[in-house]
């Protein structure tokens, strides 16, 4: 198996500019920096575009399609009306909380991009733990979402954030154990180490892993059919209800851009990255991204929505064992037998996941029922 | 078929046991007296051969002289329906016994009957207005009500 | 120091208010909600913001011209209530429809019901969290109806069509060939619908066993229509106390034991395929003739009294009406689906969440118009 053992002994520090970067570590710093922030911007209103035109297509009927040529400017005027709008501030809201809500959750999805590789090398910042930073930068988002919900004095609010706390916390442990899966097979936690010892992609060789994990982050970043916390059927809009103007628009971008950030995420360690043939490597990196985020938009517009306690259920009972269980597998394989080719392990692995979803879906009790009152 | 049970047959099962309780018959209804409506209403409900357990409908009509409750019950097992009606005659604090522990179909049905024509249930766990506000005066329905 | 007794958090219980501007009470309709947590204990329900005095408004106005008063109380099916109210006041005055206006009003009738239960199921699974999707697509089917009622009377949603004594209008000659077009599309339309929810995962998990109604309940409360035929109540007045002409047609009753969700909706699906049956037996049997008895515009019954009642799209739909030999009723009380149908929801949401009393209120099928008159 490529990769070979899993070295965690070099010291904590950051991973000095390639050599052959013009301009030494500041100029590269400062580019990545400006690249990574327009990028996120650009892929978000690209995300919300497909996201309206793909899911309007899919309930037969168009979308937007007025504003600009083919609708391509729809995010653009969404987000000059969101930003021309008043921004009012509730009296009984703990106004500093208020405030800072949008910043903290927002942030957190900014540095995830620190660490995707574009290219080989061509990263912000190539940590040797980059995929342990992901994983506990993603989290402090949550924070910001808790923030939102009880600055805003408000009890639809606070209902909604109290389910984003219940589900982030119940799916960060499989969210994890997937990912040490990918991390077995690839031997380093280091992002651009693990694309580039993506000769098979990972989805193959990790099938179940790699459903585990797309669970786990639609449940992170709240999309349907994980999106009761902001179930605009229940609870009016959740936890940004009562946000408006520029606050509301962070809110706005940061579902976005986590959906795309967990894509990019996905792509980095399931579908390697940036490699591919003819095409310049970036431009395959976006085009993997844009296909995950349309994998999922597709199940947003296909599934209802499930209830927190079923969420919750769905977590501890099915997620996290069937995640343990991947962990297992992939460790017997990479111990005993390093030197098998991995297309041998992509067909043993493809046929377990199907086996042991099966028998857990028939074993699984989605949620509990009525409580007695 | 639907039998809408006629006056002949109501008078006749109720007289026999509530002796007094039916005042008349009119086409294809009886008139029950409000005292003994509750006792009636619980005959109709239990006894065997009628089982009306289904209430349609109560409503209630402003004739000038006085006001008459209607009420509609019907039997899904044999396939019949009686029509019943209940008078009160005073117009100031008009009154009737509340059939909702028999029926709790019946407890907001009677409670629009209170709030649009202003006759008190007796027995009525949560007597308010269900349409209008608190505090609204009058009662629309009437027909002395004038805007 | 854990100990056998389990531990009990102790907690408060604290009322929301679901105003009567929300996104998925279906009309003005207000609730308090007693929560513990997630949990609702109770729930106190608050109307009459509808409320615009029908009743009363009814004895001011010709017999002819209560009928656009009617259209607008259960106005997602305004069919059958013309139907009721005309039925009524042709008890009371003894008038007799010729063969051709019975036949036009079941066809109408039963086409209203398909729209009514295109748009009931479409909103139930908009509550439950399907963002849209089934709801587009059954909104599909529903624009064919009101295309085909476009054709019939001009009116799209509020009719006035049937008069006192038949219909307003003959029968166009597209129509019934544009109706005999429509049959099999519309069949194959719901077996596509049914295919892609009956065994929805997501769905059945939300859905079965979540809010009972037993039978015994529902008959004390006087439940009618599809709600009660899903709690194992085998009661259509179709069938048990048929009116107009559907002695003349083959259909059965769907009836389900359990009066969850769930069967409710499977109920409601089973009824749009009968009434097609109902529909094509129809179509075939229209007989020619006149569409309307002559009766005065501004008709006087004889004194008296008459109730009648049909079996509406959601439940039985009476009229009953005092006459004293004048131009406008004495009283008219309407015996409102609806309204009934609401009081039992607080027995059905007890010990249930939040998102299942969205789901359980969206799966009565209230229209408030017709609650609040």
Redo the contacts between chains.
């Keep these: 198996m490529s990769g070979g053992e899993l070295i965690i002994n070099t010291p904590l520090a950051m991973q000095v500019t390639p050599a052959d970067w013009p301009g030494g570590y500041w100029w590269h710093w400062l580019f990545f920096t400006v690249a990574i922030i327009v990028f996120m911007l650009v892929m978000v209103i690209g995300a919300i575009y497909i996201e309206r035109r793909a899911m309007g297509k899919m309930q037969s009927r168009i979308g937007p399609n007025r504003t600009g040529p083919f609708g391509l400017l729809q995010p653009v005027a969404d987000a000059i009306k969101v930003l021309l709008k008043e921004n009012i501030v509730p009296g009984t809201a703990d106004k500093i909380v208020h405030f800072l809500a949008p910043i903290v959750a927002f942030t957190p999805v900014l540095m995830i991009f620190a660490v995707i590789p574009f290219q080989n090398g061509a990263l912000l910042a190539d940590l040797n733990i980059g995929i342990l930073y992901v994983v506990a930068v993603s989290s402090i988002a949550t924070v910001g979402v808790f923030m939102a919900g009880w600055g805003s004095g408000n009890k639809y609010s606070l209902l909604g954030a109290m389910r984003d706390i219940a589900a982030v916390v119940s799916y960060e442990i499989p969210l994890v154990l997937a990912i040490i899966g990918v991390v077995i097979v690839s031997g380093s936690l280091s992002m651009n180490e693990i694309v580039t010892s993506q000769d098979i992609p990972y989805i193959l060789v990790q099938p179940l892993g790699f459903l585990l994990f797309f669970i786990a982050a639609c449940a992170e970043i709240n999309r349907s059919p994980f999106d009761l916390t902001e179930a605009d059927s229940e609870l009016t809009a959740g936890f940004h209800t009562e946000y408006s103007g520029m606050k509301f628009a962070m809110f706005y971008l940061v579902e976005y851009a986590e959906a795309m950030a967990m894509s990019a995420v996905i792509t980095t360690l399931f579908l390697s990255g940036w490699r591919g043939p003819w095409l310049p490597p970036w431009l395959w990196f976006i085009i993997k991204t844009v296909i995950v985020f349309f994998v999922m938009v597709w199940t947003r517009t296909t599934l209802p929505r499930v209830r927190i306690d079923q969420l919750m259920g769905l977590a501890w009972k099915f997620v996290l064992p069937l995640a343990l269980i991947n962990l297992f597998i992939t460790a017997i394989e990479v111990i005993f037998w390093p030197d098998v080719s991995q297309w041998f392990f992509v067909i043993v692995n493809i046929a377990l996941a199907a086996i042991l979803v099966i028998l857990f879906s028939k074993l699984f009790k989605p949620g509990w029922g009525r409580v007695e009152v | 078929?639907?039998a809408a049970l006629s006056a002949k047959e109501i008078v006749s099962q109720l007289s026999a046991r509530f002796p007094g309780a039916i005042e008349e018959a009119g086409?294809d209804s009886a008139l029950v007296k409000s005292e003994s409506l509750p006792a009636a209403a619980e005959y109709l409900k239990t006894a065997e051969g009628l089982k009306y357990?289904?209430?349609?409908?109560i409503?209630a009509?402003?004739y000038y002289d006085y006001f008459e409750v209607?009420y509609?019950l019907t039997s899904?097992e044999y396939?019949r329906s009686v029509?019943f009606k209940v008078r009160c005659y005073s117009r100031d604090n008009p009154s009737v016994p509340s059939l909702t522990g028999l029926?709790?179909?019946a407890?907001?049905?009677e409670r629009?009957v209170y709030d649009?024509m202003g006759i008190t249930f007796e027995g009525h766990p949560n007597l308010k207005?269900?349409?209008?506000?608190e505090g609204y005066n009058g009662y629309?329905?009437r027909k002395d009500w004038n805007r | 120091m854990t100990t056998t007794q389990e531990l009990t958090l102790k907690t408060e219980p604290f009322v929301l208010n679901m105003g009567p501007l929300h996104p998925s009470t279906h009309g003005v309709y207000r609730m308090r909600v007693t929560l513990d947590g997630e949990v609702v204990l109770d729930i106190e329900p608050i109307?009459?913001y509808l409320?615009r005095?029908i009743?009363?408004l009814m004895e001011e106005r010709t017999y002819t011209g209560c009928i656009p008063l009617t259209d607008r109380l259960d106005y997602a099916s305004a069919m059958s209530n013309n139907f009721s109210y005309c039925l009524a006041v042709e008890k009371l005055g003894g008038i007799k429809v010729p063969e051709r206006a019975e036949y036009i009003r079941v066809i109408t009738a039963e086409l209203q019901r398909i729209a009514n239960h295109c748009l009931a199921i479409g909103a139930m699974l908009n509550d439950a969290g399907a963002l849209g999707t089934p709801f587009f697509y059954l909104w599909r089917q529903r624009e064919k109806i009101y295309d085909l009622f476009e054709m019939l009377c001009g009116q799209r949603v509020l009719y006035n069509y049937m008069r006192i004594g038949g219909v307003s209008q003959d029968l166009p000659d597209e129509f019934l060939p544009a109706v005999k077009k429509f049959i099999p599309q519309l069949r194959h339309f719901i077996d596509e619908y049914e295919f892609f929810l009956k065994q929805n995962e997501i769905l059945i998990a939300r859905a079965k066993g979540v809010g009972i109604l037993s039978k015994e309940?529902a008959?004390?409360?006087?439940?009618s229509g599809p709600v009660a035929r899903a709690s194992g109540?085998r009661?259509d007045l179709r069938k048990?106390?048929?009116y107009s002409v559907y002695d003349r047609f083959e259909f059965d009753i769907p009836t389900r034991e359990n009066g969850d969700c769930y069967d409710r909706y499977r109920v409601r699906m089973e009824e749009m395929k009968q009434s097609l049956r109902i529909v094509e037996q129809s179509v075939k049997q229209v007989p020619g003739g006149p569409f309307r008895t002559e009766v005065n515009q501004v008709i006087r019954p004889p004194a008296?009294e008459a109730?009648a009642?049909i079996e509406g799209p959601k439940g039985?739909l009476?009229y009953?009406i005092?006459s004293d030999n004048s131009i406008a009723p004495?009283?008219s009380?309407i015996?409102s689906t609806s309204?009934?149908n609401?009081?039992a929801l607080r027995q059905m949401v007890k010990g249930w969440k939040v998102a299942d009393l969205i789901l359980i209120f969206g799966s009565i099928d209230i229209t408030m118009g017709e609650v609040?008159?």
């Design positions: 078929m639907t086409l357990e289904y209430l349609n409908y409503t009509v402003d209607v509609m899904l396939n029509t029926y709790q179909g407890d907001w049905q629009e649009l207005r269900i349409f209008l506000w629309p329905l | 109307f009459g409320h005095g009743e009363k309940l008959t004390n409360y006087g439940i109540i009661w048990n106390d048929p008296g109730y009642h039985e009476g009953y005092v004495y009283r009380h015996r309204l009934i609401l009081g609040d008159r």
